[in-house]
């Protein structure tokens, strides 16, 4: 529609004439979603398994809900973060500092990567332990303020975060069911059954 009709209010006979708004161009630079879409699509497309939460309470029953899903109530979980521990005191969980009691891993991540819906964590959420030595299934509370766009923001968050020691043994999880044979990019990673809660704070 031409500026003018847009102005004046004419409205053209013809309706072919008229561009719809959803027709672009091959050249026109593609729609960018915003940063939150790209996160839980990719996320998704991982095989991770995502539950919104709008406050601390659907937070606490969802968890309630993975628990009786997967028939984890009698199960030990690892719980290495005190502060994590502290938050989820009522919610009558087994918890175990020994991997070996353990059939799910409660823990927090350092950021919630939107180009690739990895997540970012370091030895503040593991210590020294690497990836395949944790359980297969995971649990991660996070908020929205913790999605960043790249890998990249993600560490200079660590970094401005961490002023006096810059945590160490950083890594990304990516995948989130076992890695297809065929798919070389993912071969020889450490695949999580993984829940992510999701807690809104913006």
């Known amino acids: 529609m031409s500026l003018f009709r847009k102005i004046f209010g004419f409205k053209s006979e013809d309706k072919?004439?008229?561009?719809?708004?959803?027709?672009?161009?091959?050249?026109?630079?593609?729609?960018?979603?915003?940063?939150?879409?790209?996160?839980?699509?990719?996320?998704?497309?991982n095989g991770g398994k995502f539950l919104y939460c709008e406050n601390l309470d659907e937070i606490f029953q969802n968890l309630q809900n993975i628990l009786a899903e997967n028939q984890w109530e009698d199960k030990g979980v690892l719980l290495l973060d005190e502060q994590l521990e502290s938050k989820f005191k009522d919610s009558n969980l087994k918890a175990t500092r020994k991997i070996s009691e353990a059939t799910f891993f409660l823990t927090t991540c350092e950021n919630l990567i939107a180009n690739d819906g990895s997540l970012l964590i370091s030895s503040k959420q593991i210590f020294e332990k690497k990836l395949p030595e944790l359980p297969f299934n995971f649990i991660v509370f996070a908020t929205t303020s913790q999605i960043v766009e790249s890998i990249g923001e993600g560490l200079r968050v660590i970094k401005s975060k961490s002023r006096q020691k810059i945590p160490t043994n950083i890594t990304t999880i990516k995948h989130f069911k076992s890695a297809d044979e065929k798919d070389f990019l993912s071969y020889g990673s450490s695949a999580k059954n993984l829940y992510l809660l999701l807690l809104e704070d913006l």
């Not at 008229?18 to 699509?41: A, H, Q, V, W």
């Open 16 to 45: 072919d004439e008229e561009l719809k708004s959803n027709e672009r161009g091959k050249y026109m630079p593609e729609i960018k979603l915003p940063i939150d879409e790209r996160f839980t699509i990719n996320f998704k497309a």
